[in-house]
């Protein structure tokens, strides 16, 4: 029986997402979690103080993991990406870095060198001539922005499983990760790495690559969003720990594929 008193007594109040809505708009900005989050996700920081930003950030990561687990799950080795024709390509193709163009790296093709680490056999470093050599694959994909653009380009170079194969890659590990010369890096999981569409990159159309758009080396990942297809890289690198990457490690969802 309740205590005739009990109306006295400060009642707790419902947290109602409609009392939060423009604080959930802030939450939706930070760390440029907006492409893995809907407004059911937000629903869950509901019982969230949104002036706690350590417990916002820790649901807000703890809701990226998660959709980097689903899309794991959903992705299909056999699943490949839309193709095009050469007549759809487009021109110009956008630059887009997180710097200028003319800020992009000067780099001699001559001296430049692939370095190899990690979970492999081999880890002699690679020259333009000996990729060269391997076989090559191309391929007309649509290259997909999380600003919302997309363009289609022609690329072709060496496919990373044959690459990966080459090295002695241990393709039971987790992750492939790439180093580039512009500060850039990024990481992907090994079974988009075997993909039969990922592909290092040497040439754009049927020139070798502009320094635009990544000259000398590409990782060309057509099932995945723009930012998980990193430029001017120098080293790749195989492991069983996540080496996150550039915009991952500023709330990017890692994983960011089909």
């Given amino acids: 029986?309740?205590?005739?008193?009990?109306?006295?007594?400060?009642?707790?109040?419902?947290?109602?997402?409609?009392?939060?809505?423009?604080?959930?708009?802030?939450?939706?900005?930070?760390?440029?979690?907006?492409?893995?989050?809907?407004?059911?996700?937000?629903?869950?920081?509901?019982?969230?103080?949104?002036?706690?930003?350590?417990?916002?950030?820790?649901?807000?990561?703890?809701?990226?993991?998660?959709?980097d687990r689903v899309q794991a799950l959903l992705f299909r080795s056999h699943k490949l990406a839309p193709t095009y024709a050469a007549s759809q390509i487009t021109h110009p193709f956008p630059f887009n870095a997180f710097y200028d163009e003319f800020n992009a790296p000067d780099i001699d093709g001559s001296d430049w060198k692939l370095e190899v680490s990690g979970l492999v056999s081999d880890k002699r470093s690679w020259t333009l001539e000996r990729l060269r050599a391997l076989p090559q694959a191309g391929q007309i994909t649509r290259h997909i922005c999380i600003e919302g653009w997309s363009a289609i380009g022609q690329w072709s170079g060496?496919?990373?499983?044959?690459?990966?194969?080459?090295?002695?890659?241990?393709?039971?590990?987790?992750?492939?990760?790439?180093?580039?010369?512009?500060?850039?890096?990024s990481s992907l999981d090994m079974p988009t790495a075997l993909h039969p569409q990922t592909i290092l990159a040497l040439d754009f159309g049927k020139e070798a690559l502009p320094t635009q758009y990544g000259y000398p080396l590409k990782v060309r990942v057509p099932t995945k969003l723009?930012?998980?297809?990193?430029?001017?890289?120098?080293?790749?690198?195989?492991?069983?720990?996540?080496?996150?990457?550039?915009?991952?490690?500023?709330?990017?969802?890692?994983?960011s594929g089909i």
């Fill in 226 to 255: 723009g930012f998980k297809n990193p430029k001017h890289v120098v080293a790749i690198f195989v492991s069983n720990q996540n080496p996150g990457g550039y915009w991952e490690d500023q709330g990017y969802n890692w994983f």
């Fill in 158 to 185: 060496v496919p990373l499983r044959l690459f990966l194969q080459a090295v002695g890659a241990d393709l039971t590990a987790r992750y492939v990760g790439f180093k580039c010369a512009d500060r850039y890096y």
């Fill in 1 to 67: 029986m309740k205590d005739k008193d009990d109306k006295h007594a400060p009642k707790t109040e419902k947290i109602l997402l409609a009392d939060h809505r423009p604080a959930l708009v802030q939450v939706q900005r930070r760390l440029m979690l907006r492409s893995a989050l809907s407004l059911g996700a937000l629903s869950m920081l509901s019982g969230c103080d949104l002036q706690d930003n350590d417990s916002v950030d820790k649901v807000l990561w703890a809701m990226s993991r998660w959709n």
